[in-house]
Nanobody, 126 residues
Framework: QVQLVESGGGLVQAGGSLRLSCAAS????????MGWFRQAPGKEREFVAG????????GYADYVKGRFTISRDNAKNTVYLRMISLKPEDTAVYYC???????????????????WGQGTQVTVSS
């Protein structure tokens, strides 16, 4: 079992920045590739960023590339999402997810992940 708790969301003006954190507990954190997803009201959940088991590989959706950075600190059992140049269209609930696959790679499909946090709201005002 892996428990995930996101934090760091809030209200920010367009152009501002936030850093989300996802604290993991339970099974060894370093065993999991991790992902960040988001879901806006009335929209499907979408992939934002992913990071491999030991952080060597990262990937981003086109709509956040160059603005968001995913990282992890396995010693602290935490994965981060640094977001800059935020836009109103980034408004959503952001979720972190852990992948239990034997593969060390992240995935872009939500159904490849086994554990999810409760989400943290990010609201970007124009």
């Amino acid at each position: 079992q892996v428990q995930l708790v996101e934090s760091g969301g809030g209200l920010v003006q367009a152009g501002g920045s936030l850093r989300l954190s996802c604290a993991a507990s339970g099974r060894t954190f370093g065993s999991n590739a991790m992902g960040w997803f988001r879901q806006a009201p009335g929209k499907e959940r979408e992939f934002v960023a992913g990071i491999s088991r030991f952080g060597a590989n990262t990937g981003y959706a086109d709509y956040v590339k160059g603005r968001f950075t995913i990282s992890r600190d396995n010693a602290k059992n935490t994965v981060y999402l640094r977001m800059i140049s935020l836009k109103p269209e980034d408004t959503a609930v952001y979720y972190c997810a852990a992948r239990m696959s034997s593969s060390s790679s992240y995935a872009t499909a939500g159904n490849e992940y086994d554990y999810w946090g409760q989400g943290t709201q990010v609201t970007v005002s124009s």
